[in-house]
């Protein structure tokens, strides 16, 4: 059992799958889109950090575990970037759902209205810190302390870094949506939010 133990601890990160269908996602999201994102980006840094990782003190680390090594030092950038970029997309795919929106469970939208009021205003919220971040980079929703709030991080920057915890993410980053939207990112991010968005996931996350 230990020798097993070993060889799984010191195994290659590998690509975590997807929870659903690759067109299950659809027409919010197109099967296009996902195997470009899912098949080819996410894919991407997994198979970098594998390189990078190998050899190093890293290689029997866990992904969470390399990326509070990382965060922060200059001269682990890369490493950082692909293990929280591969971090952060199984997150995100775990963040959406076919037939998702709706109303959140019950524990959930009363921590919600606690933090925002209502529903709709967190929604708001979530919207426009996605069109507020420059560039590439995530939206998150986030348990700071007791209190929800919104988050937004550039590149692969995320929550847990910075001691916040993360309970569902948008990826804003131009592949997540441009073969979709084009430069329409909103119509994608309110895309998501109304019908895609997974508050069970979310609930399950408070803990």
Request: proline share 4%; net charge neutral; with cysteine.
């Amino acid at each position: 059992m230990m020798k097993d133990d070993k060889i799984e601890s010191a195994s290659p990160h590998v690509l975590a799958p997807l929870p659903y269908a690759d067109d299950a996602l659809a027409p919010v999201i197109s099967a296009n889109t996902i195997n470009f994102h899912y098949g080819k980006h996410h894919k991407g840094y997994v198979d970098n950090l594998n390189k990078l990782v190998a050899g190093t003190k890293f290689a029997d680390m866990s992904l969470e575990k390399i990326i509070s090594e990382t965060a922060g030092k200059a001269d682990k950038t890369a490493i950082f970037n692909n293990a929280a970029q591969s971090w952060n997309h199984t997150f995100y795919w775990r963040s959406l759902t076919p037939k998702g929106g709706g109303e959140p469970p019950a524990v959930l939208e009363k921590k919600i209205k606690a933090s925002f009021g209502t529903l709709d205003a967190c929604k708001k919220e979530l919207a426009a810190a996605a069109m507020a971040q420059f560039g590439s980079g995530w939206v998150w929703l986030v348990l700071d302390g007791d209190k929800l709030k919104v988050a937004k991080t550039g590149n692969a920057d995320m929550p847990m870094t910075t001691g916040m915890k993360p309970l569902l993410t948008i990826d804003v980053w131009e592949h997540a949506y441009y073969l979709d939207y084009q430069n329409r990112r909103a119509d994608y991010v309110n895309a998501v939010l109304d019908k895609l968005i997974n508050w069970d996931f979310a609930t399950e996350n408070i803990g």
